[in-house]
């Protein structure tokens, strides 16, 4: 049968508004995802989308059904249905802006495709929120790009969403905004307390502030990220079209939660906890992780134990739900242990954690002590300590000195080490005991405005990863058979054979 043009732009229309629909929920809308979704071939999916093939009416009814969309309404804006038997409102048509920003999320879908069961990164959540909103899809446009750090391990670690008022948008006045706030509901981030009455200054304050009220429903329990591009920073200008700017940063392969995907089991199996951070070995957490297949928890102010899982959900006061979201987890894998039911997961427990004082602090360490899993902490170098103080001063104008904060996290470390010396004596140390290595020193200061990570840095995390795996094969499975052989397809395995043939992984220190 042959259809005409407006036939099968209508099709084409009506395909795109439940892929709108769709990924306003949080879901993937790439061609691919939603073939694994629908049991179709990517490529029939990408033909039905383009209007390039008519798609059968029961691909219609699944697509609308999967994106929450009544198929009648669907089937009437294509013409298979009269208007009168169709519910109202009409199906959604998405403006122009809209079908171009989805088809840019599209494109960046390989670099999560292989997160299994993985939340969508934070940036890609909000680009979907702010296109399906139909005022702000006309208002702001959206850009999207990584960032590639490493040189002998390469890996994409930072995605980048920038917003920008499209042109001849202006920024709205504040009782506007306000108003947007209360109609918003509980879940829409706060105007700032310091929002002023006059509208003459506080452009770039203005503008954060609609970007918030549009996106923070799409942000609950998306992980840890951040918003770049205040007035007087700089650091993450060269990953800016335009600067100061709004940009939501998020280290996805670090700070998404992601569940266990056809885990790897050990003779001697425990939950592996990673003290470290971005500085020293949070990607070496997510690394061997995504390498095993167990699942992956950052534990963050948002952590908490629902049903038996732990979960993400909504963050709590900064500092008091960082350490809840500690506690519960220790509690959480010694229960697994007690009652002997393996939890195949790759904990990592920043390190200022450990740095409260008082009673709360004697906690924080009690709980590390007295862990059944296995620990794996890397001691920084120096220079990397002083990277990040370094760029902590480039990133916010009011946040805590770098040298207040290189003098906590030193006291913090300390504590740490401390712990794992005390632990070394303890009974129920599982087998192996834990894992305690040093980062090299990089041979000189490491250049603190560039916002991609150092190169020195990510290649020592890979190595360290591989060591790893190289203890827990020796520990947790005791050779038999060497987990090497049933690795999955990660990050880390890409470079299986060289990590196997580089010096520097053995020249790590363990102490």
């Known amino acids: 049968m042959t259809y005409s043009r407006e036939e099968r732009e209508r099709v084409r229309t009506a395909l795109e508004g439940c892929r709108a629909a769709s990924v306003a929920q949080g879901r993937p809308g790439g061609d691919s995802a939603l073939a694994n979704a629908l049991g179709y071939k990517a490529e029939t999916v990408r033909k039905y989308m383009l209007g390039e093939r008519m798609p059968p009416p029961r691909f219609v009814r699944a697509l609308a059904e999967l994106a929450g969309v009544s198929p009648a309404r669907v089937f009437a804006d294509i013409g298979w249905l009269p208007r009168g038997e169709a519910p109202s409102p009409a199906a959604y048509e998405p403006p122009p802006e809209l079908v171009a920003a989805l088809s840019a999320i599209s494109g960046i879908e390989a670099y999560v495709r292989g997160f299994t069961q993985a939340r969508l990164p934070a940036p890609l959540r909000a680009a979907a929120a702010l296109c399906g909103d139909r005022r702000a899809a006309a208002r702001f446009r959206v850009g999207l790009s990584h960032l590639v750090s490493g040189r002998e391990y390469p890996v994409s670690t930072a995605l980048v969403g920038e917003f920008r008022l499209t042109a001849g948008a202006e920024a709205l006045p504040w009782r506007e905004l306000a108003e947007r706030a209360l109609r918003a509901g509980p879940s829409a981030a706060r105007l700032p307390d310091g929002a002023a009455v006059d509208d003459g200054d506080g452009e770039h304050a203005r503008i954060r502030a609609e970007l918030g009220i549009v996106v923070s429903e799409s942000l609950r329990a998306a992980g840890e990220f951040s918003w770049q ?91 008091s739900g960082r350490l809840r979201g500690w506690a519960v987890t220790a509690r959480h894998i010694a229960e697994r242990v007690r009652l002997q039911e393996n939890w195949p997961a790759v904990v990592l427990v920043k390190p200022y954690v450990f740095a ?156």
Not at 481 to 506: I, K, Q, Y
Request: hydrophobic share 40%; proline share 7%; net charge neutral.
């Open 229 to 319: 591009g205040e007035p007087g920073t700089s650091l993450w200008a060269p990953a800016a079209a335009e600067w100061p700017g709004h940009l939501l940063v998020q280290n996805y392969l670090v700070d998404l939660h992601r569940q266990a995907a056809y885990p790897w089991r050990g003779v001697d199996q425990r939950p592996l906890v990673v003290i470290g951070a971005v500085w020293s070995a949070a990607l070496a957490a997510a690394l061997v992780a995504d390498a095993l297949g167990w699942e992956y928890v950052p534990v963050s102010s948002a952590t908490e134990v629902d049903g038996g899982r732990v979960v993400q959900g909504d963050p709590l006061d900064r500092r």
């Open 356 to 511: 409260e004082e008082g009673h709360y602090g004697h906690v924080m360490a009690d709980l590390l002590r007295e862990t059944g899993a296995r620990v794996v902490y890397v001691r920084p170098s120096h220079r990397h300590l002083d990277w990040w103080a370094a760029r902590r001063d480039l990133t916010s104008v009011r946040g805590t000195p770098g040298d207040v904060w290189r003098a906590g996290i030193d006291r913090a470390l300390e504590r740490v080490e401390d712990v794992l010396h005390a632990r070394r004596g303890s009974r129920g140390l599982p087998a192996g005991g834990d894992l305690l290595l040093t980062l090299p020193d990089p041979p000189r200061a490491l250049p603190a405005a560039d916002p991609r990570l150092p190169a020195h840095l990510v290649d020592h995390q890979f190595r360290c990863a591989w060591r790893v795996l190289e203890w827990l094969d020796e520990s947790a499975n005791r050779g038999r058979p060497s987990l090497f052989g049933e690795l999955r397809p990660s990050n880390l395995t890409d470079h299986a054979n060289r990590l196997r043939a580089d010096r520097a992984v053995r020249a790590l220190r363990s102490w």
